[in-house]
Every structure is written in structure tokens, then in C-alpha cells.
């Protein structure tokens, strides 16, 4: 059993590039998450999935967008990098339930020059 | 508003010292559940322990222990006799109850244990 997987693991990319972080988990949990991790910032949110067909957005959802065509993925766009995002994003589940403990997958570290 | 404050950024011990870590967390929620992650230096988030606002006893796990206490907000976790594997940053979060409540991290804090 994996997981929660993400791809790719680093990436250095062109400020005004489009990239898809690809975030894929095969526990059948209903909720999905992406955060952003910055020094000194801790994790925050950028947008969450409830259940597949629905998105919210979270803290810091600006330049970012998402998609839940299904349970097992949740992919995170960047339609139009920017050197602000480079950062590490992590991707999180969770079954749902009242406690909300969530699972992570291993982080995709972006760099955007 | 949830907010979870780690007003320690930075911790360096020598190793078989015990350390603490502080968590104090604001909620307006009745129920709520407390979490504690780690980071090790390869950089993967590992559960280590989940709390819940209606049980204030305190838990131990080998050397690792946690003191809630409601009555100051605090959520404190305690290294006993570090070791250099347990450098780390380590993150408290805060949950409201509810199947889609959000997690609500701390900035986490560094802990650096020396041989």
C-alpha cells in the first residue's frame, strides 16, 4: 500500500510556466488537501477537497486551482508560475471522519525563477 | 477563528537531555482535537499523536509524552533523554470536531539534539 503519492518530487520551473503537481492516494479517504510549507510560516492550506466533485479554498488559495474528478486524485494546478511560489507543497487525506487526521504524502519541492 | 501558536522557533539540546515543546492553541470550538506532527530531515510529516478536547489525560509512549491541559490552552510535548534522531521540526495542529473540519498548524518548531 502506498499511500499517498506526488509527482514530481522537485521541480525547477520558469516563472510564467503552467505546472500540475499531481497528488494520487489509494486508501478510498474522501477528503483531500494541499498545503504549501514555507520557512518560518509552518504549513498552510491552499485548497481542499471535501469529497470528489467538490473543492473549497483554503488560506492562501491565489494562483493556485484544483480538481477532484475522482476519489484517488487531486492535482494542483499553477496556471501561470510566479518566484512566490516556490515552495514545498505537501498533499494530504483524511477518511473524514470527526477526528480529521490527516495523512501526507512525501512533498513536492517547486522552485520557480 | 482557530490559531495555533509555537512560540519557540528554535530548540538545541544536547542529546539524553529532556526537552519540551510548547503548543497553546485558541479555539471557540467545544470539541475540538489537538495533533502533533514531525518532520524529520528527509522531509515526510509523521503523525505522532491526536488528542481530543474532552480528555485531558496526559499520554506517554516510550520517551515521548504530552501534557493537555484546557484550562491554559496548552498542548505541550515532552522529549525524554533526546536522542539525535529525534532532530526534527516538530508541528502542533488544531482541528475542530466535524467530518470537514480543517487542520490549523503551528510554524513549528526546530528542535536540534547535539551527540
Known amino acids: 500500500i502506498a499511500g499517498i503519492t506526488q509527482a514530481p518530487t522537485s521541480q525547477i520551473l520558469a516563472a510564467g510556466r503552467r505546472m500540475t503537481l499531481r497528488c494520487t492516494q489509494d486508501?478510498?479517504?474522501?477528503?483531500m488537501y494541499w498545503y504549501r510549507q514555507d520557512l518560518g510560516l509552518g504549513l498552510r492550506l491552499i485548497h481542499y477537497?471535501?469529497?470528489?466533485?467538490?473543492?473549497g479554498k483554503g488560506e492562501v488559495p491565489d494562483g493556485y486551482s484544483v480538481s477532484r474528478a475522482n476519489t484517488d486524485d487531486f492535482p494542483l494546478t499553477l496556471a501561470s508560475a510566479v518566484p512566490s511560489q516556490t515552495s514545498v507543497y505537501f498533499c494530504?487525506?483524511?477518511?473524514?471522519?470527526?477526528?480529521?487526521?490527516?495523512?501526507f504524502g512525501p512533498g513536492t519541492r517547486l522552485t520557480v525563477l | 477563528a482557530q490559531k495555533v501558536t509555537q512560540a519557540q522557533t528554535e530548540i538545541s539540546v544536547v542529546e539524553k537531555e529532556d526537552v519540551t515543546l510548547d503548543c497553546v492553541y485558541e479555539?471557540?470550538?467545544?470539541?475540538?482535537?489537538l495533533f502533533w506532527y514531525k518532520q524529520p530531515p528527509s522531509g515526510e510529516l509523521v503523525f505522532l499523536i491526536r488528542?481530543?478536547?474532552?480528555?485531558?489525560q496526559n499520554e506517554i509512549s516510550g520517551r515521548y509524552s504530552w501534557n493537555f491541559q484546557k484550562s491554559t490552552s496548552s498542548f505541550n510535548f515532552t522529549i525524554t533523554a533526546s536522542q539525535v534522531v529525534d532532530s526534527a521540526v516538530y508541528f502542533c495542529?488544531?482541528?475542530?470536531?466535524?467530518?470537514?473540519?480543517?487542520?490549523?498548524f503551528g510554524k513549528g518548531i526546530t528542535l536540534s539534539v547535539r551527540p
Open positions: 494530504a487525506s483524511s477518511d473524514g471522519n470527526r477526528y480529521n487526521e490527516q495523512f
Open positions: 486508501m478510498r479517504h474522501n477528503a
Open positions: 477537497s471535501n469529497t470528489a466533485g467538490t473543492t
Open positions: 479555539t471557540r470550538d467545544t470539541t475540538y482535537y
Open positions: 488528542r481530543n478536547s474532552f480528555d485531558e
Open positions: 495542529a488544531l482541528s475542530g470536531a466535524g467530518a470537514n473540519s480543517k487542520l490549523t
